[in-house]
């Protein structure tokens, strides 16, 4: 994986788990992206109204937490995973390890099983568009569903 490769949006692909089914990459990403905004949405009306400083260190986070993973777990671990055991199974390692991290902080277990689809997801989307601009994006997003949900504790 080439970790900033610019992905190909047009690329037409199969889904994971129907073959014969294809449709443009850009159109599942703007999907999986729409479900963020929608749950982000929800959790931030819901939130008590943080300042704009606040909003401000939020995004910071979750852009420095997003290509953080991304690059440790996506990028390094997955792809060496995938050479050793194969694409899905690969992608599964480096989804549950990203998801015994987030336990070990702390994080309820409902949140992992979410965060473990998440994973496969964007370990899916690496491997499709052979970069971590997707990655990156939803992992952000998923970051600050995270703090606005509360099970990130963030002290600003």
Known sequence: IIFFKKPDWKKEMDLPFKKGKTFSF??????I???????????????????????????????INGIMIEVLWRGLLMAKMIQLIGNWPGIMAASLSNVFYY??????VNYCFLLFFFGMLNGFAAIQTKSLWPPFIWNGMMTLILIFSYQIPFVV
Do not use: D, K
């Open 26 to 31: 850009q159109s599942f990403f703007l999907f």
């Open 103 to 108: 336990y070990m902080h702390g994080l309820p």
């Open 33 to 63: 992206l729409f479900i963020q905004i929608f749950v982000l949405c929800y959790f931030f009306f819901t939130a008590s109204h943080p300042s704009l400083h606040t909003i401000m260190h939020f995004l910071l986070f979750a852009v």
